[in-house]
């Protein structure tokens, strides 16, 4: 089951239906003697028999109505859409404290809601591996009691998820230009591999063809893709699949350092699957490119302590190997886990493509976009700026902003110390001299 809760500016309902229409949703209506492609939008029938298995849970009832009114609406079962007519402000506790008290999820704020569902599902599926991906502000973010929702909701992240998948605004805002100046500059009468012509996903606005492109939506497709190639061995047969629950098995050494750095090659928003297709070799060496990653950071230049390959297409284990072999000088991985890969290999390649690569590492570079938010977080805190709006909240006190800002202190602390780990080479003993 998917939960979505507005962690930040980026509305993802849309763009997660997309690439699924067009795959597994866009399957056949069994309705009909002679099934039939299920058309979004000016297809020959509206959907009826499928349900996505998703709750969408928002803070104000614009967004939700907004896919009420697309080509989209019938796949959600109107029960399953939460909203309400207020916000909260920016105010992560206006909200948290609410939805605990109430214990039921009702929209109002992005990681305040959030982190309140989190926590009830901590409590009442305890057994249940909770993934989150929380999208992280920018430094040129507008909301300037950011550092104090992110450092609270990072407390409840820390504690109550099995994994979090950090993605930072202002990396997609540059893969998103890097796109749009590649697509301004291919050359034409170039080999590209076209989508199928009636595909409900010819641009990136929630399924529809031939409407104008919104600010965020290209963001969004490139996250809804990380959700999309994490969960295809869910959704499609593969000789290597890979389940949820073995990532966080394999990935996370410490209950605490279960934040996974992700990057996904080829780069696309759906708007441009038909840019040029990469080289199997290079699309691997593109996975451990700072360029790639979804978070401001440089895993080469950090220490791994895990990292998984979740490929999709028709690519062999021998080539997944071989370039296992061929990338493994270049990354730092710690002495106790040298070998520490898994390797997921999807039958089913995204729309437009031959194959894909997801890379998942647990890496602590993570610490340095850790620490930003912690300097931003106390730059605030030391003059008790805004406090007000949150302890005016009936239970919110002090020592919840102290506890928040140790947890993240010792959690930088944690990377710090495995970052500053060096292998101990045992000397040879001595050979035996014979005179």
Same mark, same amino acid.
């Given at each position: ?9 980026d509305r993802l ?7 699924p ?5 866009r399957n ?7 099934p039939l492609d299920?058309g ?9 028999s499928?349900k996505?298995?998703a ?8 967004v939700?109505?907004?896919l009420l009114?697309?080509p989209?609406?019938d ?6 859409l939460?909203?309400?007519v207020?916000?909260?402000g920016n105010n992560?506790?206006?909200?948290f404290? =609410?939805e ?5 999820i009702?929209?109002? /704020?992005?990681s ?5 569902? &989190?926590n009830i #599902?901590q409590?009442?599926?305890?057994n249940?591996y909770?993934f989150?991906t ?8 507008d909301?300037?009691?950011s ?7 990072m407390k409840?992240l820390t504690?109550?998820a099995?994994c ?6 202002q990396s997609?805002i540059?893969i ?5 100046n590649?697509a301004a500059?291919?050359t ?11 595909s409900t996903i010819t641009?990136?606005h929630?399924?529809?063809k031939?409407a104008?492109?919104r600010p ?8 809804a ?5 994490m969960?295809?061995?869910s959704?499609? =047969?593969?000789?290597l699949?890979v389940d949820?629950?073995e990532? /966080?098995m394999?990935l996370v050494?410490?209950?605490? &350092?279960?934040y #996974?750095i992700?990057?996904m090659t ?5 708007a441009d699957?038909n840019l ?14 700072k ?7 440089d895993p080469k230049?950090s220490l ?5 390959l979740?490929?999709r ?7 997944i190997r071989?370039?296992?072999t ?5 990354l730092?991985?710690?002495?106790w ?7 997921g290999?999807?039958?089913v390649?995204p729309?437009g493509?031959p ?6 590492s647990?890496n ?6 850790f620490?930003?938010i912690?300097q931003r977080f106390?730059?605030l805190y ?11 909240v009936?239970?919110?006190?002090m ?5 928040s800002?140790e947890?993240i202190?010792?959690?930088?602390d944690e ?5 500053q780990t060096?292998?101990?080479i045992?000397t040879?003993p001595?050979?035996?001299?014979i005179a």
């Amino acid at each position: 089951m998917t939960y979505y809760t507005p962690y930040s500016k980026d509305r993802l309902q849309e763009g997660f239906f997309d690439e699924p229409c067009s795959s597994f949703f866009r399957n056949v209506d069994n309705r009909y003697e002679d099934p039939l492609d299920i058309g979004v939008g000016d297809g020959k029938t509206k959907i009826k028999s499928l349900k996505a298995r998703a709750v969408l849970v928002d803070m104000e009832e614009g967004v939700v109505n907004e896919l009420l009114n697309s080509p989209l609406r019938d796949i959600f079962d109107h029960k399953q859409l939460l909203t309400d007519v207020s916000g909260s402000g920016n105010n992560w506790q206006l909200r948290f404290l =609410e939805e605990r008290r109430k214990n039921a999820i009702v929209c109002r /704020t992005g990681s305040g809601v959030g982190t309140a569902i &989190l926590n009830i #599902l901590q409590d009442q599926y305890p057994n249940v591996y909770r993934f989150v991906t929380a999208v992280y502000p920018s430094l040129e973010d507008d909301v300037i009691t950011s550092p104090y929702n992110s450092i609270l909701a990072m407390k409840q992240l820390t504690d109550n998820a099995d994994c979090v998948l950090p993605i930072d605004n202002q990396s997609l805002i540059d893969i998103c230009n890097r796109i749009n100046n590649v697509a301004a500059t291919a050359t034409r009468g170039k080999t590209r591999k076209q989508i199928k012509s009636e595909s409900t996903i010819t641009t990136s606005h929630g399924g529809t063809k031939n409407a104008p492109s919104r600010p965020f939506d290209s963001m969004n497709n490139i996250v809804a893709n990380l959700l999309l190639n994490m969960t295809s061995s869910s959704r499609f =047969e593969g000789s290597l699949n890979v389940d949820l629950n073995e990532i /966080t098995m394999n990935l996370v050494p410490f209950p605490r &350092l279960h934040y #996974l750095i992700s990057s996904m090659t080829p780069l696309y928003a759906l708007a441009d699957v038909n840019l040029s297709m990469h080289r199997l070799d290079e699309m691997f060496s593109d996975a451990f490119s700072k360029d790639y990653q979804l978070i401001k950071a440089d895993p080469k230049r950090s220490l791994y302590l895990a990292c998984a390959l979740l490929v999709r297409g028709k690519v062999e284990i021998s080539d997944i190997r071989r370039n296992i072999t061929r990338i493994r000088p270049s990354l730092n991985f710690i002495h106790w886990n040298e070998d520490g890969w898994k390797t997921g290999l999807c039958s089913v390649p995204p729309v437009g493509q031959p194959y894909s690569l997801l890379t998942l590492s647990n890496n602590t570079c993570i610490k340095d976009t850790f620490s930003d938010i912690q300097q931003r977080f106390v730059k605030l805190y030391r003059r008790k700026a805004h406090l007000h709006h949150y302890l005016e909240v009936d239970g919110m006190e002090m020592a919840t902003f102290d506890n928040s800002l140790e947890s993240i202190t010792s959690l930088i602390d944690e990377y710090k110390s495995l970052d500053q780990t060096t292998r101990e080479i045992a000397t040879s003993p001595p050979r035996l001299k014979i005179a």
